[in-house]
Structure formats: structure tokens, C-alpha cells
């Protein structure tokens, strides 16, 4: 099946740029969506199909997909951006849609 | 408001069975594929089943597959997730989640992404 690899965790300053990187063989034919998970929530989508964010998303989220790496860019981090991240794409392999194994992001 | 509510889960014996449901209400049900998504404690995100909107089209991980199914009552605008010969490897929050995509047709897009989640339902698999 399709791996898909992210770090486990990154670290950010406030009003920096954080970035997260999901890794993946050809990643850059697949369609890549981002999710925001806080404590104890449901997973929230921040970015679909690379780039497009959902209605009532921030600016300051942005995604891009080149090569072998899809990439969740959060500009000026704020407190309140600290969660799991967790990047998806669909496999043709096994005909199902998967998950990379999420990033913690913290602001710090 | 488009809102996805989970029921079902509770504590079961290894071998057993649960059904989960999934009552939706705020969208046209019929015209968007659903998912199933789990999350094991302090673990990550797992794709459990998609089901088309109505032409009949279901996949599942290979982690459920023959064990678990998926299915849906549009005329009830509700999900559910049959699940037979639990272990508890299946110990989980279960998470309903809505594709973006809209089809009339009732089909899917394999590739769409979640953009609607219920609050989940805890399956917790335990003799």
C-alpha cells in the first residue's frame, strides 16, 4: 500500500512560518488533503486537492505538492494553531483512501 | 447546518459484533459519498470504509476487510458500520465523515477529501 510520511513533530515560534512535509513516492500525481486535529476534537479540513482551503480556513494556511513531497505551510503561527496534522490521499494500490501518521505541531 | 451524529459504540466482547450509526441532516444525503474513519488511543487516523452516494460502491481497508461493512438508508439520511469478529485491535473512536464532492448521480471521487466530521463514537473491544 501507498506510505505516506510525515515527521512526528514540529516545533514553531509565534508569528513564524511552520512547515509540514508529507512524504510520499510520486506524491506530486496524487491529490493531497491536510487536517487539523486539536485535544479531544474531530479532525478539521484545512486543505484540499494541494492547495484549495475550505471556506472559514485562515490565509495563513497555504499547501503546495512537488515531486515526492507535499508540503502544509502556517504563516505567522498563533497559540491556538497548535494540533496533529495529518496529510490524505487516495492509493490505487489498494483502492482506498489513506493517511500519513501526523505531525504535533507545537508553538512555542 | 450540515451536522453528522455517531451512535452505537460501547464496550464489547473480543469475537463480537457492533453496529455504529451515523444520522446526518443539513445536506442532501443521497448525493455524497460517506466515510468511516477511526482513531485508536493516542494513535493516528485510519480510513476505515467509503460508500458511494447511491450507485452501491464500497471499499475498506485491508485491516477490516471481510469482517466489517458498510452501508446506508437514504430515504433515513443515515450511515452505518457493521462490524462482526471484533479484537481489540479495533478498540477506537469511530469518526462519520462527508466527501466534499457533490454528485447528482449518487457516485464518488476517489480521491475527495473528508470535509465533514461527526464528534465520533468509542468502540472499545475488551473481555
Known amino acids: 500500500s501507498y506510505v505516506l510520511t510525515q515527521p512526528p513533530s514540529v516545533s514553531v515560534a509565534p508569528g513564524k512560518t511552520a512547515t509540514i512535509t508529507c512524504g510520499g513516492n510520486n506524491i506530486a500525481s496524487e491529490s493531497v488533503h491536510w487536517y487539523q486535529q486539536k485535544p479531544g476534537q474531530a479532525p478539521v479540513l484545512v486543505i484540499y486537492?494541494?492547495?484549495d482551503r475550505p471556506s472559514g480556513i485562515p490565509e495563513r494556511f497555504s499547501g503546495s505538492n512537488s515531486g515526492n513531497t507535499a508540503t502544509l505551510t502556517i504563516s505567522r503561527a498563533e497559540a491556538g494553531d497548535e494540533a496533529d496534522y495529518y496529510c490524505q490521499v487516495w492509493d490505487s494500490t489498494s483502492d482506498h483512501r489513506v493517511f500519513g501518521g501526523g505531525t504535533k505541531l507545537t508553538v512555542l | 447546518e450540515v451536522q453528522l451524529v455517531e451512535s452505537g459504540g460501547g464496550l464489547v466482547h473480543p469475537g463480537g459484533s457492533l453496529r455504529l450509526s451515523c444520522a446526518a441532516s443539513g445536506f442532501t444525503f443521497s448525493t455524497y459519498a460517506m466515510n468511516w474513519v477511526r482513531q485508536a488511543p493516542g494513535k493516528g487516523l485510519e480510513s476505515v470504509s467509503t460508500i458511494s452516494g447511491s450507485d452501491g460502491r464500497t471499499y475498506y481497508a485491508d485491516s477490516v476487510k471481510g469482517r466489517f461493512t458498510i452501508s446506508r438508508d437514504n430515504s433515513k439520511n443515515t450511515l452505518f458500520l457493521h462490524m462482526n469478529s471484533l479484537s481489540p485491535e479495533d478498540t477506537a473512536i469511530y469518526y462519520c465523515?462527508?466527501?466534499?464532492?457533490?454528485?447528482?448521480?449518487?457516485?464518488?471521487?476517489?480521491?475527495?477529501?473528508?470535509?465533514?466530521w461527526g464528534q465520533g463514537t468509542m468502540v472499545t473491544v475488551s473481555s
Open positions: 486537492d494541494d492547495s
Open positions: 465523515a462527508k466527501d466534499r464532492h457533490y454528485y447528482e448521480s449518487g457516485s464518488l471521487k476517489r480521491d475527495d477529501a473528508f470535509d465533514i
